[in-house]
């Protein structure tokens, strides 16, 4: 197995968006396609390596990018400000991940019909968001995502299979949000499941999160069971 990586210009209209692809060389067949959905920060060295261990378990990795080519927030204020124009304007948010959805179809080593979507945090929420639009994919994975419903898929029914990997402690996702999207998913007739980790915060799979004030907190227990069950999801959805 050779895993290579090389970066990928795509649009959503004028606006220009790099990506990072990694796939196994050796292979001769299109594969399945994950697309990684960035947190707040934008498309960093944690997305990319998320690609290329997806490539690693017979995937095409697609590191996707929300914000535009080059945009990347350095801490905190700047990542909220790349982050709350999506959060506040969600079709915007539909659109964008809507584009990388097109572009990680189009991959010469990916087989169309069999892509799936990742995302963490921020990600987590452009992840979800894509399946409620409605989007035909096999399915979607948040981790430590933020789940708010965004207010325009009432209605939609999604096609795609959900899994949402979730820390009970986390201070930006309150229980009644858990509970409310696993309503609205049930209404929508998805196939969806909800992993609960206890004494776990959010940014569990983060290893750099360390801010308990925050609610940021990396969990090795936690990473490593969800990596596991999505590993068991991406085989059922995309097999």
Not at 48 to 70: I, P
Not at 212 to 217: D, F, N
Request: a negative charge; one cysteine or more; hydrophobic letters at 45%.
């Amino acid at each position: 197995m050779k895993i290579e990586t090389r970066r990928l210009e795509y649009r959503d209209g004028d606006v220009v968006l790099e990506g990072t692809v990694a796939w196994n060389s050796d292979a001769h067949v299109a594969l399945p396609g994950v697309m990684v959905a960035h947190a707040w920060g934008g498309q960093g060295d944690f997305e990319t390596g998320k690609a290329r261990a997806l490539a690693e378990l017979g995937y095409v990795g697609f590191a996707l990018d929300m914000y535009g080519k080059g945009r990347r927030g350095g801490g905190p204020d700047e990542n909220a400000a790349l982050m709350q124009p999506f959060v506040e304007n969600r079709p915007l948010l539909q659109a964008r991940i809507g584009a990388a959805l097109a572009a990680c179809r189009a991959l010469p080593e990916v087989d169309a019909a069999r892509v799936a979507a990742i995302g963490f945090c921020f990600g987590g929420m452009c992840a979800l968001d894509l399946a409620r639009t409605g989007a035909e994919l096999r399915g979607v994975v948040s981790f430590h995502g933020l789940l708010a419903a965004p207010g325009n898929t009432s209605g939609v029914q999604i096609p795609a299979k959900v899994l949402v990997l979730h820390g009970h402690d986390d201070p930006m996702v309150p229980v009644e949000q858990v509970v409310a999207l696993q309503t609205e998913l049930s209404a929508a007739g998805a196939d969806w499941q909800v992993h609960v980790y206890g004494h776990t915060m959010h940014a569990f799979t983060n290893p750099a999160a360390a801010d308990p004030e925050l609610g940021t907190v990396y969990s090795a227990d936690a990473d490593r069971r969800s990596w596991r069950t999505m590993q068991d999801f991406l085989a059922d959805s995309l097999g």
